[in-house]
């Protein structure tokens, strides 16, 4: 299916929409709202800026800022002048952000004061960054260090015309988390990005009415392409919370903001399950659509949440940064329990062996993405880019399967699949079954050394709090023998206070095979 590409990049929508729907609140904030054409004059304003500050056309501009109306304006000025846009996770520490923004040459830094002790440092060893642009009240002002309010007084009158970015053009460098090793940058292009928008739009039947709430981080790549950027693509409204705690305050922004869409994370919905939600927020929400991403849910949380919220739709989805990020989205009209749904409009999925060759549907093999959506390829890293692009298709390192219809089921990550002498063990299979367990709050399963199997699983579980009696290793394997086979059940099961996480809350199994190890 070939795709219709409306724009040629993100300036291009809001142009449009200024002109056709001007009046239209474009993003809730706070207490504030901001229509379309307030918002074209900020983005107007900050491109001017950015031209001012020496910023040209293909140089990097980074993000290291929370949920902010900032944050999507840079975005946009960015795209009027050509820079392309560096989204930083800011959960990171300084050595991380010193390897990103050096490995991106990033001239100008978009920042706020709760990151002040780490962009002093960042500013002495970053050669290539010419500009700091704060959100909030600076720690200190120079002729480096400015104020973006200061900056948005400039009058956004460009002297030369700009040439408009082309949809091939980059736009966009997302870092991977880093689940398996150093942070890589992915170049997404404007083609990229829009194809990932047009095939959630018709997926999720997206329109004017629409109102997405983005309270998760702006930089991960599904909430910036999907929650942040679609809904201006679909002419929609933003709801923009500044952070994810407290979580009444989200459920206080969904209702009164009349929030249609939801975007949540495994973690943020078995709390929903949890939470003693109000009589009233439940009757009274317009919620017609949560989607579920970054990893897997349990197939005891989608039947819990289907119970609690029986108006809306659950659509659990599939995805990664070097494909925009979505790749497979349960359809509206037809769902599938434990799967995470068909390609998107314009994307092709296969599931292939080690040589390359599909597989027999239901048959299990790595899967490969092809299609617009498939990044151009990853930034100063020519030999990573040969070996995960081959062909035009991306190899997603993730194990799956495709049932008779086309629709995909995750099976764990490559890398973390479980050799026990010669037999196949899958983590997901096992933390499926941990899920289920009353007391369980998240589970891990990782594979270790054993000079009898060669490989055997081990468990790592967070416990619920409200449990007085604390369950022993005996229970945890009593309650897997009764749906797993033996040589399934994990050697040792660790009760841990948290599970080390990434941003969206994908487990980061590395450090707990570091740490056993250690």
């Known amino acids: 299916m070939k795709l219709d590409y409306p724009y040629q990049n993100f300036y291009q929508i809001l142009e449009a929409n200024a002109a056709s729907i001007g009046d239209k609140t474009a993003i809730f904030i706070d207490d504030e709202k901001i229509t379309y054409a307030q918002f074209l004059k900020k983005v107007d304003a900050f491109a001017r800026f950015l031209e001012i500050s020496g910023i040209q056309r293909k140089d990097r501009v980074a993000l290291i800022a929370p949920n902010s109306e900032e944050f999507v304006i840079t975005v946009f000025a960015a795209t009027k002048i050509g820079a392309i846009v560096i989204p930083v996770n800011n959960m990171l ?13 990033a001239k100008l830094l978009v920042t706020s004061n709760q990151f002040a002790k780490e962009v002093v440092e960042l500013e002495k060893k970053v050669d290539t960054l010419k500009r700091v642009v704060w959100i909030d009240d600076a720690p200190f002002l120079d002729e480096k260090n400015v104020m973006f309010d200061e900056v948005l007084t400039i009058r956004p009158h460009i002297e030369e015309p700009v040439t408009m970015m082309q949809l091939d053009d980059e736009a966009v460098i997302f870092y991977t988390s880093g689940t398996t090793g150093k942070p890589k940058g992915a170049l997404m292009s404007y083609r990229n990005l829009f194809s990932n928008m047009i095939g959630g739009q018709q997926v999720f039947n997206v329109n004017e009415k629409d109102r997405f709430i983005v309270y998760l981080p702006m930089f991960h790549s599904f909430t910036f392409t999907v929650m942040t950027l679609m809904p201006f693509f679909a002419k929609s409204s933003v709801v923009i919370v500044r952070k994810l705690l407290p979580f009444s305050n989200i459920i206080k922004q969904t209702l009164l903001k009349r929030v249609t869409v939801f975007l949540g994370v495994p973690d943020i919905y078995n709390a929903l399950i949890r939470a003693k939600l109000p009589w009233y927020f439940l009757w009274f929400n317009n919620i017609r659509l949560f989607i579920s991403g970054a990893s897997a849910l349990s197939e005891d949380t989608l039947m819990k949440f289907r119970q609690i919220f029986k108006r809306a739709n659950m659509s659990e989805g599939y995805g990664l940064s070097e494909n925009s990020p979505a790749a497979a989205v349960n359809p509206m009209d037809r769902q599938k329990v434990l799967s995470v749904g068909k390609a998107l409009p314009g994307y092709e999925i296969k599931i292939v062996d080690e040589e390359f060759v599909e597989v027999p549907r239901g048959h299990v093999g790595e899967i490969i993405i092809s299609g617009d959506g498939v990044m151009k390829g990853y930034l100063n890293r020519p030999e990573a880019t040969a070996e995960t692009i081959v062909n035009g298709w991306l190899r997603t390192g993730d ?3 495709m049932d008779e219809d086309g629709y995909l089921y995750i099976v764990d990550r490559m ?4 050799i026990s002498k010669g037999i196949n063990i899958y983590p997901r299979e096992i933390e499926e079954e941990l899920m289920k367990l009353d007391y369980v709050k998240a589970a891990a399963v990782i594979g270790v050394s054993d000079p009898k199997n060669g490989e055997v699983p081990i468990a790592f579980l967070e416990l619920e709090d409200e449990f007085e009696t604390i369950p022993t290793q005996a229970d945890v394997k009593a309650a897997l023998k009764a749906e797993l086979a033996n040589f399934k059940i994990p050697k040792t099961i660790n009760f841990v206070d948290e599970l080390p996480k990434t941003a969206t809350g994908k487990v980061l199994k590395r450090i707990l ?6």
């Open 93 to 105: 520490k300084l050595n991380e952000f010193e390897y990103i923004l050096n490995d991106a040459e």
């Open 399 to 401: 194990l799956g399967k």
């Open 415 to 418: 890398k973390d699949l479980i």
């Open 513 to 518: 095979k570091k740490e056993y190890a250690g």
